[in-house]
């Protein structure tokens, strides 16, 4: 038997059976790796494809209505809707919670319904929300406050201006939202006549020394001279796009030559030469360039109380909704009016 199976002994026969049998485990191996990350793949894929397609009205219905998720777990999830823009399942859901009746959340559920029929622009469904809240607790400032903003949004300035009462009694501030108010009321009126939008304007601005944005950029434009000769020096940061934008016929030389601010802006825009530097970077590359180039200054405003950044000037922040917390930024663009001028000129 032993001479049968001498062959065995013969150590090159165990080291071809050695490297056949790694080999056997190393391609069964790779291929069972292979079929279950195939198989995990489809898995995922199947589990994914739950969620390629949002609840229907219906199932999310029997979904709440089943209590399998608990109240709090809803709210998160319609919030969640909320802040990615979907504000239509965000609404079904507080609709849907607010007819299990529950007492305890009723009141919030509401206001987070109406604070998303106000983000998606359906005023008039928001303000029905809030009034219903305010018939039941009266004593509610947020609902008030967001009454407020439907009420300006809608530009019923009359009943904004008598929710800013009950806040009143509230020991709420409402001494600038009343100046706002008043400041845009006053703009959108048909019956009072430029001059005397200009007159009231002035006087909402001296009484509460804030709005100077609001209020100085429609007089530059109605009267300029007047806005010259009203103009609060302490705030020419802030309206400083509206100084750049001024036409060079309306300037007033004599209040420009002794505002050190204004001196530094107008010499960077190349209509006088009274300084040669200034303290702020941008104005004084203009300075140095003395207009050899088609630079010019851009302006991007900035919310002091969210810090939201906006290309354009804002009186009430869209996003936390606070007044007059505007604060100007600088910046270096090219000016496309004074390069196609030029072109202009060299086609003549």
Not at 154 to 161: E, G, N
Not at 241 to 266: A, H, P, Q, V
Not at 277 to 305: M, P, Q
Request: hydrophobic share 40%.
């Amino acid at each position: 038997m032993d001479i049968f199976f001498i062959e065995f002994r013969d150590p090159l026969f165990s080291i071809i059976i050695f490297f056949t049998i790694i080999f056997v485990i190393t391609f069964f191996s790779y291929w069972w790796g292979r079929y279950k990350k195939r198989e995990d793949s489809r898995q995922l894929s199947k589990f994914l494809q739950q969620f390629h397609t949002l609840p229907t009205h219906d199932e999310l219905k029997v979904l709440i209505s089943d209590g399998n998720l608990s109240q709090k777990s809803w709210l998160l999830l319609a919030n969640a809707y909320y802040k990615n823009g979907d504000y239509e399942k965000s609404i079904e859901i507080y609709n849907e919670i607010l007819k299990l009746d529950n007492k305890n959340a009723t009141r919030e559920t509401m206001f987070l319904l109406g604070k998303t029929y106000f983000k998606a622009g359906f005023l008039e469904r928001s303000k029905q929300v809030f009034l219903e809240i305010l018939k039941k607790n009266p004593r509610t400032p947020e609902a008030l406050h967001y009454l407020l903003l439907v009420y300006e949004y809608m530009k019923d300035y009359k009943s904004a201006l008598e929710v800013l009462e009950p806040l009143d009694e509230l020991k709420e501030d409402v001494a600038l939202e009343s100046a706002y108010i008043h400041a845009l009321d006053c703009l959108e009126s048909q019956t009072l006549s430029k001059a005397e939008k200009v007159q009231k304007l002035l006087e909402i601005y001296k009484t509460s020394h804030h709005l100077a944005l609001l209020v100085f950029d429609y007089i530059f434009k109605v009267d300029p001279q007047l806005a010259w000769e009203n103009i609060d020096s302490s705030k020419s940061d802030l309206l400083s796009e509206l100084f750049w934008r001024c036409d060079s016929k309306d300037l007033n030389l004599d209040i420009i030559t002794n505002n050190g601010y204004l001196r530094e802006l107008y010499t960077a825009r190349g209509d006088v030469k009274l300084v040669r530097d200034s303290r702020i970077f941008e104005l004084d590359v203009l300075i140095k360039l003395e207009g050899k180039s088609s630079a010019t200054l851009s302006f991007a405003y900035v919310c002091d109380n969210c810090k939201g950044t906006y290309p354009f000037a804002f009186h009430r922040c869209s996003t936390c909704h606070a007044i007059d917390t505007a604060r100007v930024e600088y910046s270096l663009s090219k000016d496309y009016g004074k390069e196609f001028s030029e072109e202009n000129n060299s086609f003549q």
